[in-house]
């Protein structure tokens, strides 16, 4: 009877959070998935029940992580004052800077998570419940904004922008990953330039934007 009030009271104690955190560890530590979950509970004396309670699986724990990551972000970004009152353009860049403080933060796990997949990060099962999170995120922002910026583009084409600015993550992603710059100061650069060109292009400056942002992408690649 003990210990069954003993196990109860320490269950209580586990949340969704608390599991992903010791996934994470788990990882980082050992630079490899656990094997399976009783070994994982069984490591950081937890039930499986407790498990089985937040997550189905390892592959779920896993997109869950990066929508954490998401959330995290637009928890951060709605806790400023006047980010109700910026342009599309700001609202973009806040998110992206925030968005990629937060994966900096978490370096060590996203390069993990990544690692396999480096050079085809579309098809990354781990970020699809991330797509669909930042995807709706994109259409808030363009809805919010009504008569300026973003808010031309309407029902037709808000769907589009919205998987242009997934893209456009992805591609940012890629950059960070490979990113030796001091502060990642480059990525800085890239998110600034891909957002006033993705904004520009509903605007009225498309071509200037794209040819800085050519520019830019051409000089690094010939650095690599």
Request: net charge neutral.
């Amino acid at each position: 009877m003990a210990t069954t009030k003993k196990t109860s009271a320490k269950s209580t104690q586990i949340n969704d959070d608390k599991i992903i955190e010791l996934y994470m560890n788990t990882v980082l530590s050992n630079h490899a998935s656990p094997k399976n979950v009783y070994l994982f509970c069984k490591e950081n004396a937890i039930q499986e029940s407790d498990f089985y309670s937040f997550f189905g699986s390892f592959e779920n724990i896993k997109q869950v992580i990066w929508v954490k990551f998401f959330e995290n972000a637009a928890r951060t970004i709605n806790k400023e004052e006047a980010y109700a009152s910026y342009s599309d353009k700001n609202k973009l860049l806040t998110l992206f800077y925030t968005l990629f403080e937060i994966l900096t933060l978490n370096r060590s796990y996203v390069l993990f998570s990544l690692q396999e997949n480096k050079n085809n990060l579309k098809n990354l099962k781990d970020l699809t419940l991330l797509r669909t999170e930042f995807k709706e995120f994109i259409v808030n922002i363009i809805e919010e904004n009504d008569n300026v910026g973003l808010a031309k583009l309407n029902n037709i084409t808000k769907p589009v922008f919205s998987e242009g600015a997934w893209i456009q993550f992805l591609l940012i992603l890629k950059f960070w990953i490979d990113d030796t710059s001091k502060g990642f100061e480059k990525t800085d650069i890239i998110i600034e330039k891909s957002v006033n060109t993705a904004v520009d292009v509903f605007n009225t400056k498309p071509l200037e934007s794209l040819i800085d942002l050519g520019k830019f992408l051409w000089n690094e690649n010939k650095m690599k």
